[in-house]
Nanobody, 124 residues
């Protein structure tokens, strides 16, 4: 089991940027594909971005494509989500998740380990 701790959330104006980080411990980080998901109040958790073990393969939700970038550092055991051109509809709790497989997935059920989440609030 891997432990995940997110950081970097906060309050930002529309059009601004934030960089989320997720530090992993307790497992072999390079054996895991990683994902970011988010949940807004009153809504179901939704997929945001995912990356395979090496970092060469990535996938994004249509709603964030071109604005968000997922990356990872297998030396620092950390995955990042760079969020640019933020919109009020990006407001949510953002969760980092680890998949016990080197291939990425957009399905939350494929992820066994989750962080506690970090709040992102975008004001208009």
């Amino acid at each position: 089991q891997v432990q995940l701790v997110e950081s970097g959330g906060g309050l930002v104006q529309a059009g601004g940027s934030l960089r989320l980080s997720c530090a992993a411990s307790g497992g072999t980080f390079s054996m895991y594909a990683m994902g970011w998901f988010r949940q807004a109040p009153g809504k179901e958790r939704e997929f945001v971005a995912t990356i395979n073990w090496s970092g060469y393969l990535r996938n994004y939700a249509d709603s964030v494509k071109g604005r968000f970038t997922i990356s990872r550092d297998n030396v620092k055991n950390t995955v990042y989500l760079q969020m640019n051109s933020l919109k009020p509809e990006d407001t949510a709790v953002y969760y980092c998740a680890a998949r016990r497989n080197q291939l990425y997935s957009t399905n939350s059920y494929d992820y066994a380990d989750w962080g506690q989440g970090t709040q992102v609030t975008v004001s208009s």
